[in-house]
C-alpha cells in the first residue's frame, strides 16, 4: 500500500526513466508525497503517458516530458521544458539508464560511449541545470540511481560498472560542496530489481544469488529513494539496497 503525506507539497520533481520500472515506482510514490511530477522518458511515451494519466486521475500533478538523454543538448532542453509546464525544479532523481549486456571484448567504443553518456553525462549535466536555483532557493534534493555493480563489478559488463562508479564521485563532489546551502546530494545502489525493463522476467538462477532469495522490487527501491529525499540531514551517501548480496 502506498503512504500518502505531504512532504513534498509545493515542489516539483523531475524523475528521468520514469517510464521505467523504478522510475515509474519512484514517480509514484513521490507523488503520493505530494509532488508535481516530472516523467523523462526516451522510448517509453505510452508508459510515461499512462503513467501521467493515472497520477493525475487519482488527483495528482504529472506530465509526461520525452528527451533523448544520449544527446548532450537533452538535459537544458528537459530542464527549460520541465520549468515551463511545472516550476522551478526541488527534487532531481536522476535514474535514467542504459545496460545492455557485454562481454568485456564486446564493449566498442559506441557502446562505452553511449552508456556513459546516459548513465553519467546526463545526470552530470542535468545537476549543472538545477543547482543554480536550488542554491537560491537554499533547498534542493539530487539522487543518483547507481547500481551494486559500482561496487561488484556486476553482471552486465565494464562499460556499465564503470558509468554507475562514476555517479559515486559524482555524488561525493556535489554533495560537499552543496551541504551548506540546503541541497543533499545522495545516491541509492540497488543489486536485481525485477519488474523492469532491465529484469523483466523471472530470473530464478540470480535469485539464488541474493541472500535474501529473491530479487528485489521497484516499490521497495522507491520507499528507500523517498526515505533519503525526505531526509534533510542525509548526504553524501551511497547507499546499497541489495538483499545482502554486498555487505560494506
Ligand atoms: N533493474 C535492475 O536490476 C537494476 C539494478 C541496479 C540498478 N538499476 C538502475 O535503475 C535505473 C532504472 O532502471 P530499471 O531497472 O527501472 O530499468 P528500465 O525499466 O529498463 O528503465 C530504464 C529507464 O531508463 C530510460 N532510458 C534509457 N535510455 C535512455 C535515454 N537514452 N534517454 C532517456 N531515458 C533513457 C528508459 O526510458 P525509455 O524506456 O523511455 O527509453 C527507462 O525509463 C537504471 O539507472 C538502472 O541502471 C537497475
Known amino acids: 500500500m502506498t503512504q500518502t503525506s505531504s512532504s513534498f507539497a509545493g515542489q516539483v520533481a523531475l524523475v528521468t526513466g520514469a517510464s521505467g520500472g523504478i522510475g515509474g515506482a519512484i514517480a509514484r510514490r513521490l507523488s503520493a508525497h505530494g509532488a508535481a511530477v516530472a516523467l523523462g522518458y526516451s522510448h517509453g511515451r505510452q508508459a510515461a503517458e499512462s ?15 520525452a528527451a533523448d538523454l544520449a544527446d548532450p543538448a537533452a538535459p537544458a532542453r528537459l530542464v527549460r521544458d520541465v520549468e515551463e509546464r511545472l516550476g522551478s525544479i526541488g527534487i532531481l532523481v536522476n535514474n535514467a539508464g542504459l545496460g545492455r549486456t557485454l562481454q568485456f571484448d564486446a564493449i566498442s567504443v559506441e557502446d562505452f560511449d553511449t552508456t556513459l553518456a546516459v548513465n553519467l553525462r546526463a545526470p552530470f549535466l542535468l545537476a549543472q541545470r538545477v543547482v543554480p536555483a536550488m542554491r537560491e532557493r537554499g533547498a534542493g534534493r539530487i539522487l543518483f540511481v547507481s547500481s551494486v555493480a559500482a561496487f561488484t563489478g556486476g553482471i552486465v559488463g565494464a562499460h556499465y560498472a564503470a558509468s554507475k562508479a562514476g555517479l559515486h564521485g559524482l555524488t561525493h563532489y556535489l554533495a560537499t560542496l552543496l551541504a551548506a546551502h540546503g541541497i543533499t546530494v545522495n545516491a541509492l545502489a540497488p543489486a536485481l530489481v525485477a519488474e523492469t525493463g532491465m529484469l523483466p522476467g523471472a530470473a530464478d538462477e540470480l535469485a539464488e544469488r541474493i541472500p535474501v532469495g529473491r530479487l528485489g522490487r521497484p516499490g521497495e527501491v522507491a520507499d528507500l529513494a523517498v526515505a533519503i529525499l525526505r531526509n534533510g540531514y542525509m548526504t553524501n551517501q551511497v547507499v546499497s539496497l541489495d538483499g545482502g548480496l554486498h555487505p560494506r
Open 51 to 65: 503513467l501521467a494519466a493515472e497520477i493525475e486521475a487519482g488527483g495528482g500533478r504529472a506530465v509526461a516530458f
